[in-house]
């Protein structure tokens, strides 16, 4: 079992959707802590998580984290879940999830996938870099390449996808 031994130690977690709400409740608990959040382009996303088997994701289900949201968060969380379409509520829950880290972006450092997958050791330095910590030196990490399953969406979802999403993933350079 790792050790908490000085302020190096690094400790990784995913539970996406309920980090996301709770990122004010996570810093209030956490002060010191370095947050990172990885951001993916929302056709990637969405082609993912249709493929998946846990219905919550499948179904673009957003009532599983609602307790953990703030009222505010509550109302947008109820208000997608509500939507008939599962295309436009995959597109509604993926800029919701945008609208998290944009709000926090400030008490965060943001990765985005597709640039962590191909060289995840100039993205680590860069996020030593941003926190002024001199980078220790890091494993060779596996290379990869970005995963596209655009082509596994259809215009409906490509169409909610532009329509509901283009601000959020604007803000994080993504062309729709």
């Known amino acids: 079992m790792p050790r908490v031994s000085d302020a190096t130690f690094v400790f990784g977690s995913k539970n996406t959707?309920?980090?996301?709400?709770?990122?004010?409740?996570?810093?209030?608990?956490?002060?010191?802590?370095?947050?990172?959040?990885?951001?993916?382009?929302?056709?990637?996303?969405?082609a993912s998580?249709?493929?998946?088997?846990?219905?919550?994701?499948?179904?673009?289900?957003?009532?599983?984290?609602?307790?953990?949201?703030?009222?505010q968060q509550r109302a947008e969380i109820i208000r997608i879940g509500r939507i008939a379409a599962v295309e436009t509520r995959y597109a509604h829950l993926w800029a919701f999830l945008a609208r998290c880290i944009i709000s926090s972006i400030g008490n965060l450092v943001v990765l985005k996938y597709?640039?962590?997958?191909?060289?995840?050791?100039?993205?680590?330095?860069?996020?030593?870099?941003?926190?002024?910590?001199?980078?220790?030196?890091?494993?060779?990490?596996?290379?990869s390449r970005a995963r596209?399953?655009?082509?596994?969406?259809?215009?409906?979802?490509?169409?909610?996808?532009?329509?509901h999403c283009a601000d959020t993933a604007g803000y994080f350079e993504y062309e729709l």
């Open 114 to 143: 597709e640039q962590f997958v191909v060289d995840p050791v100039m993205q680590l330095a860069n996020v030593y870099r941003s926190l002024g910590i001199d980078s220790p030196q890091l494993p060779d990490l596996p290379v």
């Open 17 to 46: 959707f309920v980090y996301l709400v709770c990122l004010d409740k996570i810093r209030a608990q956490l002060p010191d802590a370095v947050v990172l959040a990885c951001i993916r382009h929302p056709y990637d996303v969405i």
């Open 49 to 71: 998580w249709k493929r998946v088997r846990f219905p919550h994701l499948k179904n673009a289900n957003p009532m599983f984290f609602v307790d953990y949201a703030t009222e």
């Open 148 to 163: 596209k399953r655009r082509t596994e969406l259809s215009a409906a979802e490509i169409d909610a996808i532009r329509m």
